[in-house]
């Protein structure tokens, strides 16, 4: 095999869609504005105590110009025409052409933690209520995981590598990460990484549900009269994360592709750290986790200390929060009390395989505009009192570095430095 190019990546544009926003822009200001998306479902029914998620608001995909009926019909998995959508937005954000020369060097890598199970509840109800010969021909395709990015290719007209890193909730920043190896390496000059998610099936949430991961939001419980309060990272009175549905996908490009192709570099791809938990299912490990951080800050070449800010995995759920927190005061010791560490899931809720890669995209537009998005509804929590969570207000902070935390179901991890430009 040739030696790799070791050139660096940066990313030039993304995009996302979150309970707060079907675009990016709009997830944004309200997210700097404090909100959250939280409401109970609309999608289908469950039960009234495991009903409050995040569903995108004002979401038409099947109206847009560039999807046609039978696409529209045919492909009922919603992650796949979220991953076309998503795909046109962030290259127009980047300001990049797929043609001839751009086309065949362009990969896209979107992962997601559920794939096209929407589309599996469909047939299910199609066979019951139906017969078995009303089970669309496309619904093994609609759960293939590399479909969406092919789909998106068809529409987008890039030809280079294409395929579903599967990270369960770490996804997205498996992607980023084996993204900007490829750019480095000199496999390819751009790629559009990130991750999917539309989990809000009654099957999906009742799942969560009854293994005790989500909230359950009874008539006590502050989120009953304002279900924007359910998720609530850090908090003490943390009860379980918020299902939400949403994606992101983030623009890499090659150092030496930004000046002949125009692109505007956003943040570079500094360190990438990965680790496997060999220790549960769902329970986090200490010792793995503060591996997969102190590998990317390694491969960052740069020290702890120099990290401006954090952007927690911050599920809301006992265990978690505090084995992250535990985690972080292991790496960065004494300097963690002057490191802002705040949780996008409190507004946006956990996106699953998307979640990484929105966060990604949240965290590097802030560091561009000096702002760091805050933990909301928060409640401080004695045992992380030694900890700057960004409590419930966006905050003017200058940096030039940051961590993206991503920890998924199987003991996977995956962090990610990214510095500024």
């Known amino acids: 095999m040739k030696p790799p190019l070791n050139r660096r990546v940066f990313v030039v544009g993304y995009d996302a869609a979150t309970c707060l926003g079907s675009t990016f822009e709009a ?4 997210a700097v504005r404090g909100e959250a998306g939280f409401r109970r479902i609309t999608r289908c029914k469950t039960s009234s105590r495991s009903n409050v998620v995040g569903e995108i608001p004002d979401w038409t995909p099947r109206d847009l110009p560039y999807i046609d009926k039978m696409d ?4 009922n998995a919603d992650y796949v025409l979220l991953t076309m959508v998503l795909c046109k937005r ?16 362009t990969a896209c890598l979107m992962g997601s933690a559920l794939n096209g ?49 599967q990270g369960a909730c770490a996804s997205g920043n498996h992607a980023i990460g084996i993204g900007a190896r490829m750019i480095r390496d000199g496999e390819c000059d751009f790629v559009l990484a990130g991750g999917v998610e539309t989990c809000l099936t009654p099957e999906i949430v009742q799942g969560f549900a009854n293994m005790w991961a989500t909230i359950k939001v009874g008539p006590n419980d502050r989120a009953f009269a304002d279900p924007t309060q359910a998720s609530r990272p ?8 918020v299902l939400g549905e949403g994606g992101g996908v983030l623009v890499l490009a090659a150092e030496a592709a930004l000046k002949p192709y125009h692109l505007t570099p956003r943040a570079e791809v500094l360190g990438v750290g990965w680790t496997s938990d060999a220790h549960h299912f769902t329970l986090p490990n200490r010792e793995t986790i503060v591996r997969a951080i102190a590998q990317a800050i390694d491969d960052a070449q740069i020290r702890p200390a120099e990290i401006g800010y954090v952007n927690a995995h911050g599920t809301s759920t006992q265990k978690g929060d505090a084995v992250e927190i535990e985690s972080l005061r292991e790496v960065f010791g004494s300097s963690l009390a002057a490191i802002p560490v705040s949780s996008n899931k409190s507004q946006i809720g956990h996106t699953l395989g998307a979640a ?22 928060h409640i401080p929590d004695p045992e992380f009192a030694d900890v700057d969570v960004v409590p419930d207000a966006a ?27």
């Open 72 to 75: 529209g019909r045919n492909w």
């Open 356 to 377: 990484a890669a929105i966060e990604a995209a949240l965290a590097i537009e802030g560091m561009q505009q000096g702002i760091i998005l805050p933990t909301i509804n």
């Open 117 to 165: 199970a929407d589309a599996y509840r469909i047939a299910m109800d199609s066979y019951v209520t139906q017969g078995p010969t009303k089970i669309s021909p496309y619904l093994l395709p609609n759960l293939c995981a590399n479909l969406p990015a092919g789909k998106a290719g068809m529409l987008l007209g890039f030809t280079g590598p294409i395929f579903s890193p």
């Open 395 to 421: 905050r003017r902070h200058s940096h030039t570095t940051l961590l993206s935390n991503a920890f998924g179901f199987g003991g996977t991890n995956c962090c990610v430095v990214f510095r500024g430009v």
């Open 27 to 30: 997830t944004w200001q309200r």
């Open 234 to 241: 850090f908090s003490v009175d943390r009860r379980g994360i």
């Open 90 to 105: 962030a290259l127009d954000h980047a300001g990049l052409q797929i043609d001839a020369v751009t086309g065949p060097r």
